[in-house]
């Protein structure tokens, strides 16, 4: 027998890592559903009565027919009336009944499918971690590739391991493989907008559906004890249309012109009137994929402009971005990225044109004869007008000379609007299912601890019946009260002119600290707007240059989540990045109500600290008496004239994003780059436990915002001491104005974000003009520049292969290229490998797996 090689080991031992984790990470989103509601609510399409007959006395009329009716018409699988759990059986005989019973469903549908074999080659799928073995496939008209058998062979030592070791307790992991695939194939090929599978543990048969807004598993039902139900869950698959399977009709592989070239996609953007526009993927610019599957699943690419689906011929060698993204289908119509940034540029407008009709109604009371068009038409004049206008408004009133011009700068001429990116196209696509009526919350559905068999009964009779324990029962009632969190979800799509590259992926410190400077900038726009971007982070933060000698320019991307500062945000959801999300917004807990007394007969009070005596202002004493003494603040904390005491906001309100949080996303930007990304060991180790990708971990980042950076100061390569010195003041102006406008009931004016912003803008300014060896710091990088990208590695799409071999199927659209079935056998079972081509059209395939007596089927795609 051949050694397994010590790549498959690595992958083998990486995937155990892997799956258990994913497990974790998906389980919030997951929910159980009965079969009969499941088939309705969740099924690809509806199978009616009388097709279910016509295909149940088609079986019963075959000459060699898969199923019988007994005298008292019952009706029972002939080869399979009982689970064969003889082990002793060959893996090639325990499929041929399922393989029958599959032949003849879809037969009753006229297909006319071939059934190859091979002699258990292995082949790889081109996904990382994955390997196939192949035994045999269906063929219905022309195939377009090499045959599986002609791929390299390699037995492995892995099915002998597995004749001893497997039992029951591989239900878990048979389950952690369902999810780990489809999370797989969902994340590696844009084509696919949901997908389904199917499980079969025993007797027992599930059905899984994967999708952008939530999961769901049905419960089991025995396949062979009712043999009506499984045909019509075949013929559910067997009937639906690749749409309905979740193939998205409007993305297009194009193979490559020449061997060893990468593969790429186009897409298709409708719009008005019919009118189709292709663009052909050049490069992903998208990072690694997110382990839940559901979600925005953003993905964004290099494209260019081509006539046609076969992207052969461009309409101009102009480069531009392609984001497709999935977003909250709650409020129809879906309020996209585009629409938001259409709001901002709208309110920004009439900030402006509100502005300068008051400033020049004041100059033409002063001289009634001035024309309001002679004043409009002297840039002078208007340049003098935009300056009134701006210290004239109370949210800038606290700004310096300085960040005033800049700002004026940027409000004259709609200049601001270059700080965005420019919008080309924009389309809604299709919508992801809502959660049914029946389905409940599964929150256990994956586990990552060993479960013996009796745990492993325990759980499928669970799943059967939809029990649960007293405890998870009451867990799932409160989640039920959120399941409008699990919003569906439609698929937009949108082109930018601008390829851009993310703050995380610039050169040099200097680089990330210009760029920021100008983010600052962008914020105090959408202050102007009253606009919240709420989603500041090292990626949405993007910076573009036309040529490599010119300075970066920021470009604020990804508005999806931005909303007006007074508009509510949904309760209990947190939006943000785990990295860079404000701790308010992460604990959902106001900084202030950690400086309530927890010591009631301590007299020390705020009221104490600030003068204030119940006989003199018995309404500030009465609420300030309650707050402990604040020591750490600056002398320049006192009582304001005009508290409004009855907008405090009590503990346990919900924190909603205002101006201040996204100035804070800005700060963990900077030590997230000054500490993680210059290659100092000390100082990322000193900062690993603030940067974790779990919102729930904010304990760290709040004891580091409350209280002082000196540990991350102390860390910080020597050239970087001048942006520790200051990065301490800032945080300390952070907490002190989070504190002290919630406690003088300031929130929701949006004039008290004015001092927080100023001295953001003037700290960043004196970081810059400072200057030093810093600037010249070399980021660590999590990709490399667009300058260095060549055209010969302009994709992350791979080929389909087979062993060795390269499927060329140039002149053809491979989104119609196979309908598979795949059965993976470890344990004493062989595999087999069902490969369908059906009229060339691209179909999913039926993965299952051979675990002693249990198989595990999955409609998936090819994988890319």
């Not at 062979?224 to 309905?244: D, G």
């Amino acid at each position: 027998m051949p050694r397994r090689s010590e790549i498959l080991d690595e992958v083998d031992a990486k995937k155990k890592l892997f799956l258990p984790s994913l497990g974790l990470q998906n389980n919030a989103y997951m929910f159980l559903c009965p079969i009969g509601p499941f088939l309705d609510h969740y099924g690809p399409c509806q199978v009616g009565g009388a097709e279910l007959d016509a295909s149940i006395n088609h079986l019963l009329l075959e000459d060699k027919s898969v199923l019988m009716r007994d005298e008292h018409g019952y009706h029972s699988w002939t080869d399979f009336q009982v689970f064969p759990t003889n082990r002793g059986i060959p893996g090639s005989k325990m499929f041929e009944p399922l393989k029958r019973i599959i032949e003849s469903v879809m037969a009753t549908q006229r297909n006319t499918l071939r059934l190859g074999h091979a002699l258990k080659p292995q082949t790889t799928s081109g996904l990382p971690a994955s390997t196939h073995i192949i035994d045999a496939w269906f063929i219905e008209g022309v195939n377009m590739g090499p045959s599986p058998q002609n791929a390299k062979i390699d037995t492995g030592e892995d099915i002998e391991r597995y004749k001893t070791k497997l039992s029951r307790r591989t239900l878990n992991r048979s389950h952690l493989q369902v999810l780990g695939a489809c999370h797989e194939i969902l994340s590696q090929d844009p084509r696919r907008m949901w997908i389904y599978s199917l499980t079969f543990e025993n007797s027992l048969v599930s059905i899984w559906y994967f999708s952008r807004s939530h999961s769901v598993k049905s419960v089991a039902f025995d396949w062979i004890q009712e043999p009506a139900l499984f045909t019509r869950v075949l013929l559910v698959f067997a009937k639906a249309s690749q749409i309905q399977l979740g193939v998205d009709p409007t993305v297009h592989l194009v193979p490559p012109r020449k061997y060893g070239v990468a593969w790429s996609y186009v897409y298709e953007v409708p719009g008005k009137e019919n009118e189709v526009r292709f663009f052909k993927t050049l490069r992903s610019l998208t990072s690694e994929p997110s382990a839940c599957v559901a979600g925005r699943t953003t993905r964004v690419w290099e494209v260019t402009q081509v006539t046609s689906t076969d992207g052969r011929t461009e309409v101009s060698d102009k480069k531009v971005v392609l984001k497709d993204v999935w977003l909250d289908a709650t409020n129809e119509p879906v309020r996209t990225e585009a629409d938001n940034m259409d709001a901002i540029f709208k309110a920004v407008d009439e900030f402006v044109e509100a502005g300068l009709k008051r400033e020049i109604n004041a100059e033409i009371r002063k001289s009634p004869k001035i024309l309001r068009e002679a004043l409009l038409s002297d840039p002078k004049t208007v340049e003098r007008l935009m300056t009134q206008l701006i210290d004239h408004e109370k949210r800038f009133d606290t700004f310096d000379d300085a960040t005033k011009k800049r700002l004026r700068e940027n409000l004259t001429d709609k200049k601001y609007r270059s700080m965005f990116l420019t919008k080309r196209h924009a389309w809604r696509g299709v919508r992801c299912k809502d959660v049914g009526t029946d389905a409940k919350p599964f929150s256990r559905m994956f586990s990552s601890w060993p479960c013996g068999s009796d745990a492993v009964d325990a759980f499928l009779e669970e799943e059967r019946w939809g029990k649960g324990t007293a405890e998870s029962q009451h867990e799932e009632e409160q989640t039920v009260k959120h399941v409008n969190l699990f919003a569906p979800r439609r698929q937009c799509r949108f082109v930018y002119e601008e390829v851009c590259t993310t703050l995380q992926n610039l050169d040099t410190v200097g680089d990330a600290v210009d760029v920021l400077c100008q983010t600052i900038d962008v914020l105090h726009v959408l202050l102007a707007a009253g606009w919240v971007h709420r989603d500041i982070s090292s990626n949405n933060v993007m910076a573009h240059r036309p040529a490599r000698d010119r300075p970066w320019t920021v470009k604020l991307a990804d508005l999806e989540f931005s909303q007006l500062m007074t508009e509510k945000a949904l309760s209990g959801s947190r939006i943000g990045t785990p990295f860079f999300m404000p701790v308010e917004i992460s604990s959902q807990l106001h900084l202030f109500t950690f400086c309530l007394r927890r010591h009631p007969l301590k007299s020390s009070t705020l009221a104490d600290e600030l003068g204030v005596k119940k006989e003199d202002d018995p309404e500030a004493y009465k609420h300030l008496s309650c707050i402990s003494p604040l020591h750490l603040f600056s002398p320049k904390v006192k009582l304001p004239p005009n508290p409004l005491w009855c907008q405090i906001p009590q503990p346990t309100d919900f924190v909603n994003h205002n101006f201040q949080h996204d100035l804070e996303s800005i700060w963990w930007i900077l030590v997230w780059v000054i500490t993680c990304r210059v290659g100092c060991e000390k100082s990322a180790n000193a900062a690993e436990k603030y940067f974790k990708d779990d919102m729930n971990d904010f304990g760290a980042r709040l004891n580091l915002l409350m209280t002082t950076t000196s540990a991350i100061g102390g860390a910080l390569h020597e050239d970087l001491g001048i942006l520790g010195s200051l990065m301490d003041p800032l945080r300390r102006e952070l907490r002190e104005d989070y504190i002290t406008r919630s406690i003088f009931g300031y929130i929701s004016i949006p004039e008290s974000f004015s001092s927080i912003h100023a001295t953001f803008a003037t700290t960043f300014r004196e970081i810059q003009t400072r200057g030093g060896p810093w600037r010249s710091m070399r980021l660590q990088r999590d990709q490399p520049s667009p300058e260095e990208r060549t055209e010969a590695a302009q994709s992350t799409v791979r080929a389909i292969t087979t062993g060795q071999h390269w499927h060329n199927l140039s002149g053809s659209d491979t989104r119609t290229a196979h309908k598979q079935l795949r059965i993976d056998g470890i344990g004493k079972y062989s595999s087999t490998f069902l490969h369908f081509d059906q009229n060339r059209r691209l179909f999913d395939f039926l993965l299952a797996r051979f675990l002693f007596d249990t198989i595990t089927l999955h409609w998936l795609i090819p994988p890319i």
